[in-house]
């Protein structure tokens, strides 16, 4: 039998029961399930390093409504001043690196552009030249660290992608690296995506390249189920429309979901093969066209906002009010990685969404749980506080979920849950 927990008088308890019911689209306030004094009961099956071990979401109300076969049971009592929300979906980072790429920032603050500096040999090539050298002890290490900030920030799912190797034994090594950190960490849900279509490497032609990628890499992902999806980064520069097609068609007949880095640097019209192609998600639309907003609202497929990365690109920031008025489900993501997005604060990718893209409350909100896990192909066990569900649940140090965002990249204090 799994231990029960009770958690009781939440200042603000938000379900998002309403946001499943939509199923992400056009959510409003009234989809937030805010349960002001909440309480909610939960099974848990141990505890890890970070916390908890969740089993499901047993009851969730009132805490005046909590059902006597309860009131035996210890419990936290947050007094009024802590939020509880769904634990938060961070469905786009790609953790697992070595190397340090702070000059190349200071570069780009000197007016060099990303594309400039890939150029010259730097960019996800440099990155890719430290991870290669890296042992897997390293990275993992070095991955840990940084799950250990994400919980911080309340972040309880992680996708984490590999794509700094661009050879077999790196790939590999960096896929088995969120293996063991899923073992280490069996509080935090990982899910790992394939992306070796990151870059060309320096080392082989494309041909053989793609040839490696289609008829070696992908193959070997499937069989040693090292990651349950695989991305392309389409751009000018990286991959084309044709390859991704060719690639993520093989990924889907080996069993793999898919997912595109889409219309990020260029409009590629990637936002549109991934609708075609029934992707879980498309990624960055900093370039997005109209044509690829209304592909994007007629399919299934999310829509992955990284606002970090275009602040940090000083790049546009993708239309994400058009987005959600076409009525596309929007997800957004840290992007964590060394070259566009050096953060995992996912609380302060809302506050640059509530400035910068216009998204309110419930569309953050949603954004980062059910949607999120939804571009994971997760949402039916995460995103929301309901009964059946996993108890993947974060406890705020703040009383309302909008004081996560309003305060701009806060600081968890030491052993915060
Ligand atoms: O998501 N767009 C491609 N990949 C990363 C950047 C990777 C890097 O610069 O190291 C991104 O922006
Ligand atoms: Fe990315």
């Known amino acids: 039998m799994a231990d029960l927990r009770l958690i009781t008088h939440a200042s603000e308890l938000l379900t998002g029961q309403g946001v499943r019911a939509r199923e992400g689209r056009h959510v409003t306030d009234d989809d937030l399930g805010r349960i002001e004094d909440g309480a909610v ?4 099956k141990g505890r890890g390093r970070l916390g908890e071990i969740p089993g499901r979401i047993e009851w969730v109300g009132p805490t005046r409504d909590l059902p006597k076969r309860y009131l035996k049971l210890r419990a936290r009592n947050l007094r009024l001043k802590q939020a509880v929300v769904p634990g938060l979906v961070d469905c786009h980072t790609h953790l697992v690196f070595a190397g340090d790429r702070s000059e190349e920032f200071a570069l780009r603050c000197a007016g060099a552009s990303y594309e400039d500096i890939a150029a010259r040999g730097g960019g996800i090539l440099a990155t890719v030249r430290a991870t290669r050298e890296a042992s897997a002890q390293e990275l993992l290490e070095l991955a840990s660290r940084r799950v250990n900030e994400a ?12 794509g700094y190797g661009l050879d077999w034994e790196t790939e590999k090594k960096c896929l088995e690296v969120v293996r063991l950190l899923a073992r280490r960490f069996p509080e935090v849900a990982f899910r790992s995506t394939f992306l070796g279509a990151h870059a060309y490497p320096k080392d082989r032609s494309r041909e053989e390249y793609l040839r490696e990628l289609l008829e070696q890499m992908l193959p070997e992902v499937a069989r040693k189920k090292l990651a349950q999806a695989c991305d392309v980064f389409v751009d000018d520069g990286y991959f084309t429309r044709e390859e991704a097609r060719r690639l993520l068609g093989r990924a889907r007949d080996l069993g793999l979901q898919t997912k595109i880095h889409a219309d990020e640097l260029g409009d590629t019209g990637s936002a549109s093969l991934a609708a075609e192609l029934g992707c879980l998600s498309a990624d960055h639309l900093l370039q997005i066209s109209e044509e690829g907003i209304r592909a994007l609202a ?31 489900r929007v997800a957004l993501s840290t992007d964590f990685n060394p070259g566009t997005s050096m953060t995992l604060h996912l609380p302060a990718v809302l506050t640059t969404a509530a400035l910068y893209l216009g998204m309110s409350r419930a569309e953050l909100f949603a954004a980062v749980t059910y949607n999120a896990a939804r571009a994971l192909g997760l949402h039916d066990r995460q995103g ?3 009964p059946g569900q996993d108890a993947r649940i974060w406890v705020l140090p703040f009383s309302r979920f909008e004081e996560s965002y309003y305060r701009f990249a806060w600081a968890p204090a030491a052993g915060a849950r």
Not at 41 to 44: D, P
Not at 298 to 309: F, I, K, N, Q, R
Not at 321 to 327: F, V
């Open 298 to 328: 007629c399919s299934e497929t999310v829509a992955v906002l990284l606002p970090g990365t275009a602040f940090y690109l000083k790049a546009r920031h993708a239309p994400a009010r058009a987005l959600l008025a076409a009525g596309a």
């Open 41 to 44: 009961v939960y099974s848990v």
């Open 151 to 162: 919980w911080g920030y309340g972040v309880r799912t992680l996708e984490v992608k590999s």
């Open 384 to 386: 929301t506080l309901e």
